[in-house]
C-alpha cells in the first residue's frame, strides 16, 4: 500500500516567492497533519483536518502561511511570501480515526 | 498544557550495549497516548509504538522493549544488544483524542549513536 505521499521532496526558492507544498494521504484516511521541523523548534503541528475540514490550525506561525484540503486525498500548505525563517523540513501525515499517524518523507524547504 | 521531555539530548553507545531513551510527559487528560517514532539518517518518521493511559503493561517487541509508568509520568524505550542499524533520532510523544484526531506533542528527540 502506498504511504503518505508529498511533494516536492526538496525546494529551494528565492525570498519573497510563493512555496506550495503538497501531500497525497493514505487512502481511506480522514484525518490529515501538517508538521514543520526545525532545529531550534522541533517538531511542531501547524494545522490538522478531519474530514477536510480544518480543526485546529493554532500552530500556523502567521498570515502568511496557509492550508487547504479540497479534498480526501490531497492538501496543500502555502507559504506566500517566504522568508528564509521558514526554511525547514515540512512533514504531512495521515491516520483514521484514533490510530497512529503515518508520516510522509517529508519537503525540505529552503528559502534563499 | 501539554508536555514531553526527553532530558538526553545526544547518546553514544557501542554496539552489543544496551541502551534506554528516557520520556517524561505532563498531562492533565485522564485519556491519553503515548507513542515513540524513529527518525533515521535519511529523515522519515517512522511510527514504533503506541500505548494508552489505561494500559500499563510493559511491551516488547524483538530488541525493543517500552516501560510505561504512570505514577512517575514516563515511557522509556530500552534497545537491548544494540545494532548500528539502531542510529536515529528517537521521539517520544504524547497525544488526547481532539474531535476524532490525536493532536501530536513530541519532545525534541534524542540522539542515538551506535558505534561498531
Known amino acids: 500500500d502506498a504511504g503518505v505521499i508529498q511533494s516536492p521532496r526538496h525546494e529551494v526558492t528565492e525570498m519573497g516567492q510563493e512555496v506550495t507544498l503538497r501531500c497525497k494521504p493514505i487512502?481511506?484516511?480522514?484525518?490529515l497533519f501538517w508538521y514543520r521541523q526545525t532545529m531550534m523548534r522541533g517538531l511542531e503541528l501547524l494545522i490538522y483536518?478531519?474530514?477536510?475540514?480544518?480543526?485546529?490550525d493554532s500552530g500556523m506561525p502567521e498570515d502568511r502561511f496557509s492550508a487547504k484540503m479540497p479534498n480526501a486525498s490531497f492538501s496543500t500548505l502555502k507559504i506566500q511570501p517566504s522568508e528564509p525563517r521558514d526554511s525547514a523540513v515540512y512533514f504531512c501525515?495521515?491516520?483514521?480515526?484514533?490510530?497512529?499517524?503515518?508520516f510522509g518523507d517529508g519537503t525540505r524547504l529552503s528559502i534563499l | 498544557a501539554q508536555k514531553v521531555t526527553q532530558a538526553q539530548t545526544e547518546i553514544s553507545v557501542v554496539e552489543k550495549e544496551d541502551v534506554t531513551l528516557d520520556c517524561v510527559y505532563e498531562?492533565?487528560?485522564?485519556?491519553?497516548?503515548l507513542f515513540w517514532y524513529k527518525q533515521p539518517p535519511s529523515g522519515e518518521l517512522v511510527f514504533l509504538i503506541r500505548?494508552?493511559?489505561?494500559?500499563?503493561q510493559n511491551e516488547i517487541s524483538g530488541r525493543y522493549s517500552w516501560n510505561f509508568q504512570k505514577s512517575t509520568s514516563s515511557f522509556n524505550f530500552t534497545i537491548t544488544a544494540s545494532q548500528v542499524v539502531d542510529s536515529a533520532v528517537y521521539f517520544c510523544?504524547?497525544?488526547?483524542?481532539?474531535?476524532?484526531?490525536?493532536?501530536?506533542?513530541f519532545g525534541q528527540g534524542t540522539r542515538l549513536t551506535i558505534n561498531p
Open positions: 501525515a495521515s491516520s483514521l480515526g484514533s490510530q497512529p499517524q503515518h
Open positions: 487512502s481511506g484516511h480522514n484525518s
Open positions: 483536518f478531519n474530514n477536510n475540514v480544518p480543526i485546529d
Open positions: 498531562t492533565r487528560d485522564t485519556t491519553y497516548y
Open positions: 500505548r494508552n493511559s489505561f494500559d500499563e
Open positions: 510523544a504524547l497525544s488526547g483524542l481532539i474531535q476524532g484526531a490525536q493532536k501530536l506533542v
